[in-house]
């Protein structure tokens, strides 16, 4: 069964940095996608950002520059690098594969932001 773990989050001042992990496990990770999605308190999951199979990211507008998705194959781990912070980034943070998005959703991490 697939199970993806996200780890990493905490609180933060504006303009400081976290990285997440999520660790996965219950199919061939090196073949699949993954993203990162986020959800903050009444307001519906968006995406954040996704990386092929192969490597290649991609950002939502509001993250482009600041973060930076990566995967490492030999750990199945997807990490999200976050840089310069910001309060509207509050929120719970979620991996989940790319193209085919399993619906049972981890726990998530919980990403804070506030000075």
């Known amino acids: 069964q697939v199970q993806l773990v996200e780890s990493g989050g905490g609180l933060v001042q504006p303009g400081g940095s976290l990285r997440l992990s999520c660790a996965a496990s219950?199919?061939?990770?090196?073949?699949?996608?993954m993203s990162w999605y986020r959800q903050a308190p009444g307001k519906e999951r968006e995406l954040v950002a996704t990386?092929?199979?192969?490597?290649?990211?991609n950002y939502a507008d509001s993250v482009k520059g600041r973060f930076t998705i990566s995967r490492d194959n030999a750990k199945n781990t997807v990490y999200l690098q976050m840089n310069s912070l910001k309060p509207e980034d509050t929120a719970v943070y979620y991996c989940?594969?790319?193209?085919?998005?399993?619906?049972?959703w981890g726990q998530g991490t919980q990403v804070t932001v506030s000075s």
């Open positions: 990386i092929s199979n192969a490597g290649s990211p």
């Open positions: 989940n594969l790319r193209v085919v998005v399993i619906k049972v």
């Open positions: 219950g199919f061939i990770f090196s073949t699949y996608g």
